[in-house]
C-alpha cells in the first residue's frame, strides 16, 4: 500500500440510489487504505439508500429533486451552487442517475469522474448487463472515466474486464460487476490522493505518463485478490 500523505483528498459523491460504491469508499477510508474525507453526498432520490449509509458514516447530505424544481434548468444551477459551496477536490458520480448539461461539466473539468458499468466506449446509457448478455458478447466489465459533456465518453482512467461465462444470467453479470466496482473505484481515487492521477487537455496522465485510449486495464482476478 502506498503510504498516505498527510492532507486527505476532500470528495464530494453524487448518487440516486443504493449507494454501494459510496459504502465501499467509505469502508477504505475507514481501513486507511484511502486517504481522503467524504465532504458530503447529494442524492436526486430522497429515498436513496445510500443516504442511510451516509447518515450512519456521519457524513453530511443533501437531497436535490428534480420536482422541486420548475425546469431542467433551475435544477441544474441549484446542483453547481452546491458542488460550489462544498470546496472538494474531487466529485465522484456513483450510481448518479442524471445526465450533467455542460455548464456544470466545463466548471469541473477534471475534477469530476464517472463509474459505469460497462467497457466504454461499448454501451454508453443504461441497461449495459442486458445489452451485453442480448449481443452474446464474451467480455464485460466496468470503466472509471473524467466526466465530459458527451454521456459516457470522457476520456478513460481504468477498466476492469471480466470474461462472460456460458449461461451466465442478468443476475450473475451485475453481481460480478458491481464487485468489480466496489474495487476500482477506491483505487482510482487513491491515486487522486497520492498525487498520481491528472488531467490535462482531455489527457490522462498517470505517474508521469499519457494512459492509452482504455486507460489502466485490471482483470477480475487482479482486482478481486487485491
Not at 483528498?9 to 440510489?17: E, K
Not at 477534471?110 to 460497462?118: A, E, F, L, R, T
Not at 505517474?207 to 489502466?216: E, M, P, S, Y
Request: charged residues 20%.
Amino acid at each position: 500500500m502506498t503510504e498516505l500523505s498527510s492532507s486527505p483528498l476532500r470528495l464530494l459523491i453524487l448518487i440516486s440510489g443504493n449507494g454501494s460504491n459510496l459504502q465501499a469508499i467509505v469502508n477504505e477510508i475507514l481501513a486507511k487504505k484511502l486517504n481522503a474525507v467524504i465532504t458530503k453526498v447529494i442524492s436526486d432520490q430522497s429515498d436513496a439508500f445510500g443516504l442511510t449509509r451516509a447518515a450512519r458514516a456521519g457524513i453530511s447530505t443533501e437531497i436535490l429533486t428534480r420536482k422541486n424544481y420548475p425546469d431542467r434548468k433551475t435544477f441544474f444551477q441549484a446542483l453547481k451552487e452546491m458542488l460550489l459551496a462544498c470546496d472538494c477536490d474531487l466529485i465522484v458520480l456513483a450510481g448518479f442517475m442524471q445526465i450533467l448539461p455542460a455548464d456544470i461539466v466545463n466548471h469541473f473539468e477534471g475534477k469530476m469522474i464517472n463509474i459505469h458499468p460497462s467497457l466504454l466506449p461499448k454501451y454508453r446509457g443504461l441497461h449495459t448487463y442486458q445489452q451485453v448478455l442480448d449481443a452474446n458478447d464474451t467480455q464485460h466489465g466496468v470503466s472509471v472515466h473524467f466526466i465530459t459533456a458527451d454521456l459516457d465518453a470522457g476520456p478513460l482512467i481504468a477498466q476492469a474486464v471480466f470474461a462472460v461465462r456460458p449461461g451466465e444470467d442478468l443476475l450473475s453479470l451485475q453481481s460480478r460487476g458491481q464487485a468489480l466496482e466496489h474495487r476500482l473505484l477506491p483505487k482510482v481515487i487513491g491515486w487522486f490522493a497520492d498525487k498520481r492521477l491528472q488531467y490535462q487537455q482531455n489527457t490522462v496522465i498517470f505517474d508521469q505518463k499519457t494512459l492509452g485510449t482504455f486507460g489502466l486495464q485490471f482483470s477480475e482476478a487482479e482486482l478481486i485478490k487485491n
